[in-house]
């Protein structure tokens, strides 16, 4: 089972021939399932136009959004995007809506998802900062904090993505269909997919908007949990997370950068 991620494409910097030469790539692979994790394209109409590029892929595809997908424009508010817009676009184009629902695949692989979104727990915990700061210090390190426009706080809305993919592979890991899991995030979940600086104060507090290891910590209980891809640092970091008395995780993240769009391989 050939699995393809990508991510990070941001349409609206990347542009439509550099994109169009990653799917030709990608399909080349004859995979057995693609995942476009987030970062797509924003406002929604490009969002769209990226979509439209991947309908030529010849199995199935799974969508899920990135930060830069929910930032607000005029007429499209951040819940919105999130909640209707975004996930009625991708069905539109034939697309599986990854946050509802596990895309299940022949042989007993399933792919779990959703944004993930960050909770702060990332963040260097040897700085004095409390996790309000942080809130507070946000908008010079990080334009969500600028351009999402819900009411949720970003621990609040990080706890209701954990809570419910959570309960998706838990429901997984009880189903005896199920052989493999595979999560896919844009928000990186691992310590292990996050980079960490010893000499660099200001990169590791802002690792606080670029992870959610609570959520990784979760899921690592789940013996049938055997990957976790993820986007947002465009970092193309590969390792493995260990865990006591289960096979480690293997862990990766998706080296696309503005411009330079790229996928990762899961084979299962």
């Not at 493999?180 to 310590?191: D, F």
């Not at 891809?229 to 865990?243: C, F, I, K, Q």
Request: with cysteine; net charge negative.
């Amino acid at each position: 089972m050939r699995i393809l991620i990508t991510s990070d494409l941001h349409y609206e910097v990347t542009g439509h021939e550099a994109i169009r030469r990653l799917v030709a790539g990608m399909e080349r692979e004859e995979p057995d399932a693609l995942v476009l994790a987030g970062d797509i394209g924003n406002p929604s109409r490009l969002f769209e136009h990226c979509l439209a590029l991947f309908v030529r892929m010849n199995c199935p595809v799974a969508v899920l959004p990135g930060n830069h997908d929910l930032w607000r424009s005029p007429g499209e508010t951040s819940a919105a995007l999130h909640e209707e817009l975004l996930p009625a676009i991708t069905r539109d184009c034939g697309f599986h809506w990854l946050p509802d629902e596990p895309m299940r695949l022949p042989g007993g692989t399933a792919i779990a998802g959703n944004i993930a979104w960050y909770d702060y727990s990332a963040r260097d915990m040897e700085a004095p900062a409390t996790e309000e700061q942080v809130e507070e210090e946000k908008r010079f390190f990080c334009n969500d904090a600028n351009n999402v426009d819900w009411e949720f706080t970003d621990r609040e809305f990080a706890a209701r993505c954990r809570k419910k993919l959570t309960a998706q592979c838990q429901a997984l890991e009880h189903d005896p269909g199920v052989r493999a899991i595979v999560v896919v995030t844009h928000v990186p979940i691992m310590k292990g997919q996050m980079e960490w600086r010893p000499d660099d104060a200001r990169w590791n507090f802002r690792n606080a908007y670029f992870g959610h290891l609570t959520l990784g910590n979760e899921l690592k209980s789940l013996g049938k949990l055997h990957w976790v891809v993820s986007g947002h640092t465009h970092l193309g970091l590969s390792g493995a997370a260990e865990r006591e008395g289960l096979p480690p995780i293997a862990t990766s993240v998706i080296p696309s950068d503005y411009g330079k769009p790229r996928w990762v391989t899961v084979e299962v």
